[in-house]
């Protein structure tokens, strides 16, 4: 059997409980935009996965991964406001959160910090997350 990966089993967990809250959908032009890659064409406010670190934190013959991730929120222009609208709403979304993730069990999922930031180039603003979590691979 093939095991599958850690990484996209928490991504797709995150997408399925992000998808049902109809208030950050709201905040968002009325529907989830998280992505993978910025979609070409589309105005913000969506979100992208940011770096994604994954590594090995095994126990007592339980295989386990402790994941360091990051989502960023791009704001509408010259709205700050809305990215950090949507990044608050993400977090209380997520933070110590219960998923659903297809071959693993989430462990834990927390909220390490949230950073507003403006590009000086492009004046763009945007918003980060950085999350922790620790997956354990299903029996």
Same mark, same amino acid.
């Given at each position: 059997?093939?095991?599958? *990966?850690?990484?996209? #089993?928490?991504?797709?967990?995150?997408?399925?409980?992000?998808?049902?809250? /109809?208030?950050?959908?709201?905040?968002?032009?009325?529907?989830?935009?998280?992505?993978?890659?910025?979609?070409?064409?589309?105005?913000?406010?969506?979100?992208?996965?940011?770096? *994604?670190? /994954?590594?090995?934190?095994?126990?007592?013959?339980?295989?386990?991964?402790?994941?360091?991730?990051?989502?960023?929120?791009?704001?509408?222009?010259?709205?700050?406001? =809305? #990215?950090?609208?949507?990044?608050?709403?993400?977090?209380?979304?997520?933070?110590?959160?219960?998923?659903?993730?297809?071959?693993?069990?989430?462990?834990?999922?927390?909220?390490? *910090?949230?950073?507003?930031?403006?590009?000086?180039?492009?004046?763009?603003?945007?918003?980060?997350? =950085?999350?922790?979590? /620790?997956?354990? /691979?299903?029996?």
């Amino acid at each position: 059997m093939t095991q599958s *990966s850690p990484l996209l #089993a928490l991504r797709a967990g995150l997408l399925a409980h992000l998808s049902g809250d /109809v208030p950050l959908a709201a905040l968002m032009g009325g529907r989830l935009r998280l992505y993978d890659e910025p979609p070409r064409g589309a105005a913000p406010v969506y979100a992208l996965f940011g770096p *994604s670190e /994954v590594s090995d934190d095994s126990v007592d013959g339980a295989r386990r991964h402790r994941h360091a991730f990051a989502l960023t929120v791009f704001a509408k222009p010259g709205s700050a406001r =809305s #990215a950090l609208e949507v990044a608050e709403q993400i977090a209380a979304r997520l933070d110590e959160a219960d998923l659903t993730l297809s071959g693993h069990v989430l462990v834990l999922l927390r909220l390490k *910090s949230l950073a507003a930031l403006r590009d000086e180039r492009t004046g763009e603003a945007r918003t980060t997350l =950085s999350f922790e979590a /620790v997956t354990e /691979v299903a029996a």
